[in-house]
C-alpha cells in the first residue's frame, strides 16, 4: 500500500514491525529528519552511496539490508523526491512493503514548518 494522505508516526509505529527510510537527500532527509522527532530502524541509500556512514544518527545501509526483513510488517519513508522511482527498488526485495513519503508523516508534538526559518 502507498499511503497519499498523512498519517501519524505513532499510528505506523504501532502497525508495522520496521520503518525503513529511503534517501539521504539533502533536501528532504537531511533537512527535516531529526532522531528526537521520530526513530527509523534502518536507513538506506538506493544509488549505494554513503554506505557504513553517520547521517542524522542513522547508519546508512545498502538496499540489501531489506533482504532480512522478509516475513515482517515493513513501512518504508521515501525522503527523495523520486518516488516512482524508487518503489519499484523497494518491491524489488519485500514485494508487500508498504510506502509513505516523508511530507506526510505527522509527528504529534512537533508542528511542521515549510520554510527555512520557520516563519510560517
Not at 520496521?18 to 528532504?28: F, L, R
Not at 515493513?74 to 526485495?93: G, L, R, S, W
Not at 508487500?96 to 508534538?109: G, M
Request: net charge neutral.
Amino acid at each position: 500500500m502507498r499511503y497519499t494522505k498523512t498519517v501519524d508516526y505513532k499510528k505506523l509505529r504501532s502497525k508495522y514491525d520496521y520503518i525503513v527510510g529511503w534517501g539521504t537527500s539533502q533536501k528532504e532527509y537531511m533537512r527535516s529528519y531529526n532522531p528526537f522527532m521520530y526513530k527509523i530502524d534502518y536507513m538506506v541509500n538506493g544509488k549505494g552511496e554513503c554506505i557504513g556512514e553517520y547521517f542524522c544518527g542513522n547508519l546508512i545501509y545498502s538496499p540489501d539490508i531489506l533482504e532480512g526483513l522478509k516475513g515482517k510488517k515493513v513501512c518504508v519513508i521515501i525522503f527523495a523526491n523520486m518516488e516512482y522511482e524508487i518503489i519499484p527498488q523497494i518491491k524489488d526485495y519485500i514485494q508487500d512493503a508498504d510506502t509513505i513519503v516523508s511530507r506526510l508523516v505527522n509527528i504529534a508534538e512537533y508542528k511542521k514548518s515549510y520554510s527555512v526559518d520557520k516563519e510560517d
